[in-house]
């Protein structure tokens, strides 16, 4: 004897979805996700929107040509306003645009998938001498600078070479800059401290990788509670973590 259904929904989720619904369904999620997330008016084209929100988002900039061609499909597969289905997309059609639509409205959080949790830091009164043995023994070439309780800096390896090099050609002992030298007194004189950034725990993978895109000097991202400097690292990205982003966005 067969099994008994008695609800409804189950019938209807247990039958294929077409193309077209599926196609539908992706692209109208995209649309309200990105006109919701940039507060743009609900009304604006869908085209538009997209072009607007590159300016805000990678996942948006690098499918746009994709997205804009989408917004055309979507046109051509339905009559009037109605969704009534003319069409049906291919199934390389679909499964793309579900794949963007997964990226753009439940994104992989950067602390799940990619932020390194074991953040090694040093303290702002150890010598150069002390935080190149930590670095060179971790393996770890950007570490978090606290005074106190509060992260003042990044000790970055390419830095403190650039840093120990220009101090041999002033003058300066090897000796006296690896003992006398404290890592604080290094970063005072950098210049801006636009070389490392702070964000909070739900960052998500396409933010983490907007920041590097929009600041090509960035090395580091350090991740806390709320994003601010005087709470306890939870993770740290760095530039070297850009390839990887993008891979896991690709296989998302």
Not at 49 to 65: G, L, M, P, Q
Not at 179 to 204: G, H, P, Q, W
Request: with cysteine.
């Amino acid at each position: 004897m067969g099994k008994n259904i008695n609800n409804a929904d189950e019938i209807v989720d247990n039958v294929p979805k077409s193309n077209a619904s599926r196609f539908l369904s992706a692209f109208n999620n995209i649309d309200y996700a990105i006109k919701t997330r940039y507060n743009f008016n609900r009304s604006m084209g869908f085209s538009e929107a997209v072009r607007k929100a590159v300016a805000f988002n990678y996942v948006i900039r690098k499918y746009e040509d994709d997205l804009i061609g989408y917004g055309r499909l979507r046109n051509a597969i339905v009559h009037d306003n109605n969704d009534f289905i003319i069409a049906e997309p291919h199934d390389d059609v679909v499964e793309k645009i579900e794949k963007i639509e997964k990226i753009l409205t439940t994104p992989p959080r950067a602390l799940d998938v990619v932020a390194r949790r074991d953040v090694l830091s040093v303290e702002a009164h150890e010598s150069m001498r002390e935080v190149i043995c930590t670095i060179a023994s971790s393996g770890y070439s950007n570490l978090p600078v606290f005074r106190k309780n509060e992260i003042i800096g990044i000790a970055n390896g390419q830095k403190i070479i650039d840093a120990f090099g220009k101090y041999l050609l002033s003058g300066g002992k090897s000796d006296t800059f690896l003992d006398s030298v404290k890592i604080e007194d290094m970063l005072s004189k950098i210049e801006n401290s636009d070389y490392y950034a702070f964000a909070n725990r739900d960052i998500t993978v396409e933010e983490a990788l907007d920041m590097f895109h929009r600041n090509s000097k960035l090395l580091a991202i350090l991740v806390t509670q709320n994003g601010g400097a005087k709470e306890k690292p939870l993770g740290i990205m760095t530039a070297a973590d850009v390839m990887k982003m993008n891979k896991i966005l690709e296989n998302y």
